[in-house]
């Protein structure tokens, strides 16, 4: 009887396709404008994917209308330019018909929570298996700067020359409200953070939400600086790691306690708080992701970004697999025909 090794040296080796950042580059020109903080998110995303071992042809990235949507067309995978704010409906639609495929959104503000947002709620509350990545700009970029749902009230923009009169949305909350199973936030110029969101959110089972401040510099420049800068970034940002307590500050001499329910920055430098006096993140615990998306709306407080919630629960399209198996089970696997013919059927003479 022949050895194992000699039975298996005729058999076709099957190689695993090692990808690099480079292989999901499409053969597109990028047509954003130079400066546009799109580059960046495009960049993390195809360095992170590489990592994921999924095969290309198992990837999708689903878009809608704006800059950001333009996004499929520079990924080398398959792609789908929905219509405007349908993006998530679409995605929706392709995850439940093929659940063995990696299905990403690429949103915008406008896109994704203005005539989007009806879609943006029920693919969080439903937790659907998709990745949606919203840049946040804070602006209708595309169509030439009018106030966007996220622009803040007072905005003074082509279509608000007066002001904005809108409150705006918090999408953390949105998202939070919707029941999303994962929620983050990321910055177009924080690569290592956007990176790690990315990669956390890709193996997330369910629906990931990871809003990322990014910077229209031509028609809302700057509107992140404070957040993204070096001079002014490590006073104003507090980054969420999970079991660790809330510092922040150039020195590390700054964290965040609650009084109550609501959040306060205090020194750790005088002596009268310590880091046992922080509060410690959990990425599990529901009341705690709300306070910390709310702190974006409140005066005198650092901007939290990172993972603010990440919990498992059933996805929305195992349901449907297992309802499909157990109606086989019940029925048999059936056939047209009978499809067309059950019930009541009548001639219309």
């Given amino acids: 009887m022949k050895h194992v ?14 990808y690099t950042a ?8 990028v047509r954003w404008c130079p400066g ?28 809608g209308i704006g800059c950001s949507s333009r996004f499929p067309y520079y990924m080398d995978t398959y792609g789908f330019h929905g219509i ?8 929706s639609g392709l995850k439940v018909a093929r659940p063995e495929l990696s299905v990403w959104v690429a949103t915008g503000d406008g896109d994704g929570l203005s005539i989007g947002g009806n879609h ?8 659907i298996d998709v990745k949606v990545i919203l840049f946040n700009n804070q602006i209708y970029g595309l169509t030439k700067g009018q106030y966007s749902p996220t ?18 949305f918090n ?7 919707a029941e999303a199973s994962f929620v983050a936030r990321g910055m177009d110029r924080d690569p290592k953070l956007l990176q790690n969101i990315i990669r956390r959110a890709a193996l997330h089972k369910g629906t990931a939400f990871m809003e990322v401040y990014q910077n229209c510099n031509v028609f809302n420049d700057g509107a992140f600086f404070t957040f993204t800068e070096k001079e002014t970034k490590d006073d104003n940002v507090v980054v969420l790691e999970h079991g660790k307590p809330m510092i922040f500050g150039k020195e590390k001499d700054k964290g965040i306690k609650l009084e109550g329910f609501t959040p306060i920055a205090v020194s750790l430098k005088d002596g009268k708080y310590s880091v046992n006096d922080l509060i410690i993140h959990d990425e599990k615990d529901t009341m705690l992701s709300f306070i910390l998306a709310r702190m ?23 349901e449907v697999a297992r309802q499909i198996e157990s109606s086989i089970t019940k029925l048999g696997e059936g056939t047209l025909d009978k499809l067309l013919n059950h019930g009541e059927t009548w001639i219309i003479k």
């Fill in 5 to 18: 090794d000699e039975l298996l040296k005729d058999v076709p080796k099957i190689s695993v396709q090692k």
């Fill in 22 to 29: 480079k292989d999901f580059q499409s053969d597109q020109d």
């Fill in 36 to 63: 546009c903080g799109d580059y960046s998110i495009l960049a993390q995303v195809q360095r992170v994917l590489p990592e994921l071992n999924i095969p290309k042809h198992n990837l999708v990235f689903v878009s």
């Fill in 84 to 91: 405007h704010g349908r993006a998530a409906a679409i995605a």
């Fill in 120 to 127: 943006f709620i029920h693919i969080c509350r439903r937790n």
């Fill in 151 to 168: 622009s803040e009230f007072g905005k003074v923009t082509k279509s608000s020359p007066y002001g904005a009169p809108d409150h705006p």
């Fill in 171 to 177: 999408p953390l909350l949105v998202a939070l409200g």
């Fill in 296 to 318: 974006s709306n409140l005066p005198n407080l650092p901007r939290p970004v990172g993972i603010f919630y990440a919990v498992e629960r059933q996805t929305y399209e195992q």
